[in-house]
């Protein structure tokens, strides 16, 4: 069993970063890409940023530029640097990592980003 252990959430005003973390517990053969997800009110739960162990990356159109997304493959952690956060980035954000064996994804609780202006 995989589990998301994340951190690094809270209140920013607009301009301000934030950098989430998020650790992965368990075998980390079991775990391909790992990445973010966010979840406005009122939304769907929307890709953010993505990364293979490789560290080929995906990124939304809506934070490109902005956000980096990294990777620790050792300790199976993923990070989220976020730069000019923009009152539409608040959301609860969520760790994500893709099994290597089952069509199944494992996520985090949920951290919540809030940005104001």
């Known amino acids: 069993q995989v589990q998301l252990v994340e951190s690094g959430g809270g209140l920013v005003q607009a301009g301000g970063s934030l950098r989430l973390s998020c650790a992965a517990s368990g075998s980390s053969d079991s775990i391909n890409a790992m990445g973010w997800y966010r979840q406005g009110p009122g939304k769907q739960r929307d890709l953010v940023a993505a990364i293979t162990p490789g560290g080929s990356t995906t990124y939304a159109d809506s934070i490109k530029g902005r956000f980096t997304i990294s990777r620790l493959n050792a300790k199976n952690t993923v990070y989220l640097q976020m730069n000019s956060l923009k009152p539409e980035d608040t959301a609860v954000y969520y760790c994500?990592?893709?099994?290597?064996?089952?069509?199944?994804?494992?996520w985090g609780q949920g951290t919540q980003v809030t940005v104001s202006s």
């Open positions: 994500n990592a893709e099994a290597a064996y089952y069509p199944y994804d494992f």
